[in-house]
């Protein structure tokens, strides 16, 4: 069956596995593309096919999009699942040009993270150790999140035989299976020792009343994944908000990893440090903390400095 009569959801699957195969894809990122070039293959419709999808084809989808009212962000994202579907086809001769190639995204808006402060982080680790029900899972979770600034999909999917042993470096596996180190504050291994201890005896209760084979996680879980998974552990986050005393929506396991960051860079560490720890690919990435910490800077002199508050107190209201 030659490429062009080969239906567009096979090219999206065949595409898929090669990413997943070769690179290492992630699978939330193997979702996000298969949305995306699923959403093309709609808008292409039955008439056209991604054989014979010419630039002109790919600018009207993205105009579509933004007519749509789409965020310059998925717009970004979207034009480059499509530019690497089609690599992919070139590189395996099922077509013979790129015509996305050419194509430049509309850009990402230029947005600082949100974060928290010192004080409303300690308030949800507070809200975690006095909420009575998963008092030590939870607990183990903010401060884990906290001390190591990893994206939540690495903090659930964590393998119980990382933290055996009482280590003082964490082994997380990041995007693409790279795998870094990044160290744990005592208060993260007392945590994570207490959760250990609570889960080993619970999966012990598990195979001794019903047979169930050890979980590899060291969140394990019921569910397909067969861990905490992300979608509970934002909900979880959200009910520590409330508790916190926090609004919701200011509250969300990225927000922690930025505050993560912050809170280093504000206390000295470097940025390379800090890059490495995130898992960053490009200290470029890292450096937007940088601009989060100026803000708070100036804000303390505004606040602080003996020059503003004589003139604050000399300004006429």
């Known amino acids: 069956m030659t490429p062009a009569a080969q239906p567009m959801a096979l090219w999206i699957s065949t595409f898929l596995a090669a990413q997943a195969a070769d690179l290492g894809a992630a699978t939330n990122t193997q979702l996000a593309y298969a949305r995306d070039l699923t959403d093309f293959a709609g808008w292409l419709g039955h008439d056209r096919h991604f054989a014979t999808a010419t630039q002109a084809d790919v600018e009207g ?3 579509a999009c933004e007519a749509q009212g789409l965020a310059k962000a998925t717009r970004a994202r979207r034009l480059s699942a499509i530019r690497q579907l089609f690599r992919f086809a070139f590189e395996e001769g099922w077509r013979d040009d790129n015509p996305a190639i050419r194509l430049k995204g509309p850009g990402k808006a230029a947005r600082l993270p949100g974060t928290l402060s010192l004080a409303e982080v300690e308030a949800l680790i507070a809200a975690a150790r006095a909420l009575p029900r998963d008092r030590l899972r939870n607990t183990c979770l903010m401060e884990l999140l906290y ?3 990893m994206r939540v999909s690495e903090l659930v999917g964590l393998p119980v035989a990382a933290a055996r042993g009482d280590p003082r470096m964490l082994l997380v596996r ?3 299976g790279k795998e870094r180190l990044v160290p744990l504050s005592p208060a993260a291994r007392a945590a994570t020792q207490d959760w250990l201890a609570a889960r080993d005896a619970q999966e012990a209760a598990a195979r001794r009343d019903a047979g169930a084979a050890p979980s590899k996680y060291l969140f394990p879980s019921r569910g397909a994944a067969g861990h905490l998974t992300r979608h509970r552990f934002f909900t979880l986050i959200k009910d520590l908000a409330v508790q916190a005393g926090l609004s919701p929506s200011r509250v969300t396991p990225h927000v922690l990893r ?6 280093l860079l504000a206390g000295g560490a470097d940025l390379r440090s800090i890059q490495t720890m995130l898992g960053h690919a ?12 100026d803000s708070h800077l100036r804000d303390l002199v505004q606040d602080h400095h003996p020059l503003a508050l004589r003139r604050k107190a000399t300004t006429p209201i």
């Open 147 to 149: 001390a190591t600034g």
């Open 258 to 263: 930025h505050a993560f960051a912050t809170h």
């Open 61 to 63: 989808y993205l105009i």
């Open 174 to 176: 990041g995007k693409g």
């Open 282 to 293: 490009d200290v470029a990435t890292t450096e937007i903390y940088t601009h989060v910490l």
